[in-house]
């Protein structure tokens, strides 16, 4: 027998259900949090919460769990937005390329003419100009580059909100 999309837990599709959202929402907050303290929070048993955590890293819903950094901390002082423009036949190539430099923490292709749009953070000015120089500008099929420096963050997205 086949399941249908909303009963495979592996089906991108796959429904949560409140108690779900509840863990997710604990964990989003704060990804450290023990099985028991969760399940003292929700009414479940610690089991529970750890089998109901597990199906949804299993199914897809939780990608991974991360240790979110704050730049400034590390001397990271240079946080720059870059929308790049490529020749469409290299798109998937620069993308690759860009993926792969320690200095991208996001990337994204946006709707128009073959953009990517880019989030950099460098240690200075300095460093973000020899990217520029030695890395974005030499990358074969980049056509164009369009830089804005972060003035100041009000707030930054860690998850989706349920």
Not at 120 to 135: A, C, I, R, S, V
């Amino acid at each position: 027998m086949m399941n249908s999309p909303q009963s495979d837990p592996h089906s991108p599709l796959h429904k949560i259900d409140d108690m779900d959202r509840k863990l997710i929402t604990i964990l989003n907050h704060n990804g450290r949090a023990s099985y028991t303290d969760i399940a003292k929070e929700v009414g479940l048993s610690r089991v529970a919460v750890q089998m109901r955590v597990q199906a949804l890293i299993e199914n897809g819903t939780i990608e991974r769990f991360a240790c979110i950094l704050n730049p400034a901390h590390l001397g990271i002082t240079v946080s720059a937005f870059f929308n790049v423009d490529v020749e469409p036949r290299y798109l998937m190539q620069v993308a690759d390329a860009l993926g792969e430099e320690p200095e991208v923490t996001s990337l994204y292709h946006m709707s128009g003419p073959s953009k990517l749009h880019m989030h950099g953070l460098f240690l200075n000015h300095t460093d973000m100009e020899n990217f520029l120089q030695n890395k974005l500008y030499r990358t074969e099929g980049v056509t164009g580059v369009d830089c804005q420096i972060l003035i100041k963050r009000y707030k930054s997205r860690m998850g989706i909100r349920l």
